[in-house]
């Protein structure tokens, strides 16, 4: 079956550093990748997606290129500031051996100090 | 557009007791979802509903009822609710597509805590 693999935090950062959050996935055919956002006591927000292999989704700095030859979906930000602080939940959905119900990987606390 | 909406936000029941989460979308989507949050686990799928008049199970179903209202509404229902239960639970839709370019829209939770 369908899974996405996310490194643990939680990553702590400095203010304006630059940031990665590691995802890799197993899937079949060409699933759809997202990246969404849980900013604290909130639900889950998307923040970006690609639909096609070295399609580029970005959005609010942020950044992760669809890489079908290493089944990753990194993400990545240039510089990052305290109001990222939040988990980072990596997903697919629409594998030919799945559906569309979302894989969800198991979140990454992002920790951003002044 | 108010999008997913979800009562109560929180709730404390004791251990027995019952309780039905109310859920509501206002975007016109096919589908709907309720998740579990817990420490350490992530979000898991404990009931879907693909389509207004179809529910299905998840990877956690046990313990819970959902009912499809109608195209807008999806409730969770704990019937005897154990401690167990304690968890932050979500809604969620998506336009239900097969072609999966299919984001899904998340409520704020609930946060139920069984004593």
């Known amino acids: 079956g369908d899974s996405v693999t996310q490194m643990e935090g939680p990553v702590t950062l400095s203010e304006e550093a630059f940031l990665t959050i590691n995802c890799t996935y197993t899937?079949?055919?060409?699933?759809?990748l997202f990246w969404y956002v849980q900013y604290p006591g909130e639900g889950l927000q998307l923040l970006l997606k690609?639909?096609?292999?070295?399609d580029k989704g970005s959005n609010k700095g942020f950044e992760a290129t669809y890489r079908k030859e290493t089944t990753s979906f990194h993400l990545e930000k240039g510089s990052v500031q305290v109001s990222d602080s939040a988990v980072y939940f990596c997903a697919l959905s629409g594998s030919s051996g799945g559906s569309y119900i979302p894989t969800f990987g198991r979140g990454t606390s992002l920790i951003v100090h002044p | 557009n108010a999008g997913v909406t979800q009562t109560p936000k929180f709730q404390v029941l004791k251990t027995g007791q019952s309780m039905t989460l109310q859920c509501a979308q206002d975007m016109n989507h096919n589908s709907m979802y309720w998740y579990r949050q817990d420490p350490g686990m992530g979000l898991r799928l404990i009931y879907y509903s693909a389509s207004e008049g179809t529910t299905d199970k998840g990877e956690v179903p046990n313990g819970y009822n959902v009912s499809r209202l109608n195209k807008r509404e999806f409730s969770l229902r704990l019937e005897s609710a154990a401690p167990s239960q304690t968890s932050v639970y979500f809604c969620?839709?998506?336009?239900?597509?097969?072609?999966?370019?299919?984001?899904?829209?998340f409520g704020p939770g609930t946060r139920l805590t069984v004593l």
């Open positions: 899937a079949t055919g060409y699933p759809s």
């Open positions: 690609a639909t096609k292999a070295d």
């Open positions: 969620a839709s998506s336009e239900g597509t097969s072609g999966g370019y299919n984001e899904q829209f």
